[in-house]
Each structure stands twice: as structure tokens, then as C-alpha cells.
Nanobody, 122 residues
Framework: QVQLVESGGGLVQTGDSLRLSCAAS????????MGWFRQAPGKQRELVAG???????NYADSVKGRFTISRDNAKNTVSLQMNSLKPEDTAVYYC????????????????WGQGTQVTVSS
């Protein structure tokens, strides 16, 4: 069982930066693939970025060059550095985990956090 807790959301202005963190419980964090998803009001949840247990990454086209996903296995955390934020980045951001990278990328991972709100004002 893995529990995920997101933090770092907030209200920022266009062009600002924000860093989200996801703390995971458990002693086998390094074996899990991790991902960040987001869901805006009235829209489907979408993948933002994923990182495999080996450090390979996958990004949505809309965030490439602006967002960076990283993991710290010693601290059981995965982070999402978000730069040059736009109003269309406004959403609830969720952390996901699964031992299968493909499942994380597909949005069918076994473990999910409760989400953290990111609001970007214009």
C-alpha cells in the first residue's frame, strides 16, 4: 500500500513558477513509477508528466520545456517544477504511482493522492 500526499499548490500570476511535491509512504518508493496529472473544471484528467523508476521521463506536449518532473528516492518524493505558468495550467494536480510505468502514463495507476489546487491568474 502506498499513500501519496501532494503539496505546493497555490495562486500565482501568469509567468510565475511553482513547485509541487508528492510525498510517498512505503519502503519501496524507488521501485515505483510516478506521475503528475491534472484536471481542470469540466475537463478530463490528463497526464502532465511521468517518471519511471529508472528516471526516464514523459511529458505532455503542452508542458514540454516549461515543467520538469524529478524524484528523490532518499526522501520518497517526486516533484514537479512548473515555470512560465499560464492560465490554462489552472487545475487540480494529482500525484500517481504504480510499479508499471505504462500504467502511470495511461492514468490507470493503482495509487493516487488527493490533489492540490493550482490557479494561475491572467
Amino acid at each position: 500500500q502506498v499513500q501519496l500526499v501532494e503539496s505546493g499548490g497555490g495562486l500565482v500570476q501568469t509567468g510565475d513558477s511553482l513547485r509541487l511535491s508528492c510525498a510517498a509512504s512505503g519502503r519501496t518508493f524507488s521501485s515505483y513509477a510516478m506521475g503528475w496529472f491534472r484536471q481542470a473544471p469540466g475537463k478530463q484528467r490528463e497526464l502532465v508528466a511521468g517518471i519511471s523508476s529508472g528516471g526516464g521521463t514523459n511529458y505532455a506536449d503542452s508542458v514540454k520545456g516549461r515543467f520538469t518532473i524529478s524524484r528523490d528516492n532518499a526522501k520518497n518524493t517526486v516533484s514537479l517544477q512548473m515555470n512560465s505558468l499560464k492560465p490554462e495550467d489552472t487545475a487540480v494536480y494529482y500525484c500517481a504511482a504504480d510499479v508499471r510505468f505504462w500504467a502511470v502514463i495511461a492514468g490507470t495507476g493503482n495509487y493516487w493522492g488527493q490533489g492540490t489546487q493550482v490557479t494561475v491568474s491572467s
